[in-house]
């Protein structure tokens, strides 16, 4: 088992129920100052989640960014917007056809030695509906957070999911199905294996 180059545990919430998950990929720069400017780089892509390229298999997850107003969002994501996620898998009819989260988190730090970037988001329900389910297939307690960290000559992109349990509650037969397969790992939820290419390439 791989070990984290950057610690960085500290700043994800703790598993207390369902499945966790931790992927991550380093880079080691020339330089302290050539890592710290690429640090700046690589957290700006961060925010621009329309440009993530996740796979399944051979077909992508794409993601689209959606303002707190539920309008077209700018490039960078802000705290309060919401993500919609098109998966290679059924479509979420609660979520008109998507996967729902709201980015309910976003802090960068800088310390003596360390620097981080991280974006934390949570299964919502879908802003263009009225019934407020949760609109994923993991209930509202579950989290993904995203967090570029920079210490010495290395950077490290990882993402760590929480309190994973498929939404299968007062949703219907079709949707708990739907949910179940994708939350328990059947295309991409519960999957390490994408993540971590996507830390891989998210710092090529």
Known sequence: MKKYAIQVLQWVPENKQGSENDAFAVRDFDSVESAK??????????????EWNVMA??????????????TE???FAKENDFVKIKMP????????G?????????????????QYF????????????????????????????????????????????RNEIPNTENI????????MFVGMGGIFGGSKIQW????????K
């Open 37 to 50: 400017q690429s640090f700046e780089r690589y957290a700006q892509k961060l925010l621009q989640i329309n």
């Open 118 to 161: 991280l974006i934390q988001m949570k299964p919502h329900s879908c802003p263009e509906s009225a019934s407020g389910k949760t609109a994923h297939f993991y209930t509202d307690k579950a989290t993904n957070t995203f967090i570029i960290a920079q210490k010495g000559t290395k950077i490290q992109m990882s993402v760590h999911g």
């Open 89 to 96: 898998a059924p479509k979420n009819k609660i979520g008109h």
């Open 73 to 75: 969002s700018s490039l």
């Open 57 to 70: 298999g051979k077909n992508p997850t794409e993601f689209y960014l959606v303002s707190a107003k539920n």
């Open 98 to 114: 998507y996967d729902w989260v709201i980015i309910n988190k976003l802090i960068k730090s800088t310390e003596s030695e360390l």
């Open 196 to 203: 971590e290419a996507f830390a891989e390439e998210f710092i």
């Open 172 to 179: 219907g037969l079709i949707s708990r199905l739907r949910n």
